[in-house]
């Protein structure tokens, strides 16, 4: 039996504006982007990942709240994919999901298609004895082949940041993972992730890998390489009736706010000049991602309205 555990895509954006795009590059062109947050139940574009219970019938992953020792809140309220929210992850033990990216997406039902993929970015933490594995292998053939991102790259992809951030030890602190696909069609119609977690014998408790916040990200043309900072901006109260106080944590001279709601429609939009501002959203009550991007780096937070 294999069980698919269907995950939120809220916010597929197709954008042309400079400064509107939060993707690791920025584009001219038209984009796609996938945002998995592991917050709800959504499935409106039916994309999924697959938790592999018929090879592993011990798997640990599951998504939800974390109450651990070491992992106790998540990057995003309320949930996370993580081995176990509430256990030490069990010894002698292998777990895995799949996360599929088929070549060509529609923007929504009945619409044109859009391709290819890729670029893959999300949030993790590893608490982990030095038996334990954690392990990312992409396959581009429909799962015949599989390679360890931990020994190299395949040469269809690169690392989107400078500083290469390896899947391997216990982190104390959030760490980022982003690679992007070389421009160029993939060798088959989906492109799979195979994230596999291998406990060794220590019977020492230990919490496991928890990820939050993945983006999944399609068709690019080139342009200007972006770096995500979580701690750009700073905003107040969330949640509000609409009126945001927004902070910039540095000097910013030109930057940019879009504010998409839960289909990925842009329901507000300014330019920023000064790093101190109001914005005003007349909202009805729900959630809502905010971008903001000023220069080379961006940000996204969640905020709330509650009218």
């Not at 709800?40 to 709240?65: E, K």
């Not at 298609?113 to 038996?131: A, H, S």
């Not at 982190?171 to 088959?188: D, K, L, Q, T």
């Not at 890998?209 to 068709?219: A, P």
């Amino acid at each position: 039996m294999r069980i698919f555990v269907y995950l939120k895509c809220e916010y597929p954006l197709f954008m042309k504006k400079l400064f509107t795009l939060i993707a690791v590059l920025f584009s001219l062109s038209v984009q796609a982007q996938y945002y998995l947050g592991f917050d709800g139940a959504d499935t409106f574009f039916n994309h999924l990942i697959v938790v592999d219970t018929f090879n592993y019938h011990h798997n640990q992953w599951q998504v939800g709240s974390p109450h651990k020792t070491t992992f106790t809140s998540p990057l995003s309220a309320p949930n996370v994919l993580i081995t176990d929210t509430l256990n030490p992850y069990a010894p002698n033990d292998t777990s895995v999901f799949i996360l599929k990216m088929a070549k060509q997406i529609p923007a929504w039902p009945g619409s044109t298609v859009y391709g290819p993929l890729y670029n893959i970015q999300f949030r993790y933490q590893l608490d982990i004895d030095t038996l334990t594995v954690a392990r990312l292998e992409i396959s581009e053939d429909t799962g015949a082949h599989w390679h360890d991102i931990n020994d190299s790259l395949i040469s269809a992809y690169s690392w989107a940041t400078t500083s290469i951030d390896t899947i391997a030890t216990t982190s104390g602190s959030w760490r980022n993972f982003n690679v992007y696909r070389n421009f160029g069609p993939p060798a088959s119609d989906t492109a799979l992730f195979r994230f596999t977690f291998i406990s060794g014998n220590g019977t020492a408790p230990h919490d496991g890998w928890m990820i939050d916040n993945m983006f999944v990200y399609y068709w690019f043309e080139g342009g200007v390489s972006q770096v995500q900072n979580d701690n750009l901006i700073s905003l107040y109260p969330n949640p509000s009736t609409g009126n945001i106080y927004i902070h910039a944590n540095r000097s910013v001279y030109n930057a940019s706010v879009v504010v998409y709601d839960l289909c990925g429609r842009e329901v507000h939009s300014r330019s920023i000049t000064t790093s101190d501002t109001y914005i005003d959203l007349p909202l009805p009550s729900g959630m809502y991602m905010l971008k903001y991007v000023a220069g080379d780096e961006y940000c996204t937070k969640k905020i709330l309205i509650e009218n």
